[in-house]
T-cell receptor, first 113, second 112 residues
Framework: QKEVEQDPGPLSVPEGAIVSLNCTYS??????FMWYRQYSRKGPELLMY????GNKEDGRFTAQVDKSSKYISLFIRDSQPSDSATYLC?????????????FGRGTSLIVHP | DAGITQSPRHKVTETGTPVTLRCHQT?????MYWYRQDPGHGLRLIHY???????DKGEVSDGYSVSRSKTEDFLLTLESATSSQTSVYFC???????????FGDGTRLSIL
């Protein structure tokens, strides 16, 4: 079992839909949680960075962390075709003096007009 | 993002040849990282640096070496490239050990 599990999709939704992207993890020591967006042939771009359980909102994006269930989510409201990309979750804990993150394999999102 | 430039952006080479990839950053970030991204595996850490001349191995370091002689440059070398090292390589930087990483746009490396 991988430390971080993420459904690869693709997830196809109509424009304007609310999108829910999820990751589960097995390492209860994870403290920091991140979401990245990656367009084709580009590098991952940081969207959200959270430390604690609960919700964090930034514009149309909301990150949710449930440490008790070892489950994190990214919600996208009013999705747009420009949101079509691969979304990577990542999480880290202090190991050997460093918070090297463990990445999920990414979920491909397609928002069609 | 974060002023990270990777070069070359694309490279095709033959098995057994040495290859060096360069990562240059303009943000003065202390930490720098090299990842490879392959279908079905996601991002895997190769090596990272926590300061000039200070480096450490990651999850998939075999066959790779790194050097960092200046804050702004982090080099990844494949001493004798193999077909299994065909991949997309990403450089990342961060300001601190507990801060999120910012990525360059990658180098597509094909080894024939």
């Amino acid at each position: 079992q991988k430390e971080v599990e993420q459904d690869p999709g693709p997830l196809s939704v109509p424009e304007g839909a609310i999108v829910s992207l999820n990751c589960t993890y097995s390492n209860s020591a994870f403290q920091y949680f991140m979401w990245y967006r990656q367009y084709s042939r580009k590098g991952p771009e940081l969207l959200m960075y959270t430390y604690s359980s609960g919700n964090k909102e930034d514009g149309r994006f909301t990150a949710q962390v449930d440490k008790s269930s070892k489950y994190i989510s990214l919600f996208i409201r009013d999705s747009q075709p420009s949101d079509s990309a691969t979304y990577l979750c990542a999480m880290s804990s202090l190991s050997g003096g460093s918070y090297i993150p463990t990445f999920g394999r990414g979920t491909s999102l397609i928002v069609h007009p | 993002d974060a002023g990270i430039t990777q070069s070359p952006r694309h490279k095709v080479t033959e098995t057994g040849t040495p290859v060096t990839l360069r990562c240059h950053q303009t943000e003065n970030h202390r930490y720098m990282y090299w990842y490879r991204q392959d279908p079905g595996h996601g991002l895997r850490l190769i090596h990272y640096s926590y300061g000039v001349k200070d480096t450490d191995k990651g999850e998939v370091s075999d066959g790779y070496s790194v050097s960092r002689s200046k804050t702004e440059d982090f080099l990844l070398t494949l001493e004798s490239a193999t077909s299994s090292q065909t991949s997309v390589y990403f450089c990342a930087t961060s300001t601190g050990v507990d801060q999120p990483q910012h990525f360059g746009d990658g180098t597509r490396l094909s080894i024939l």
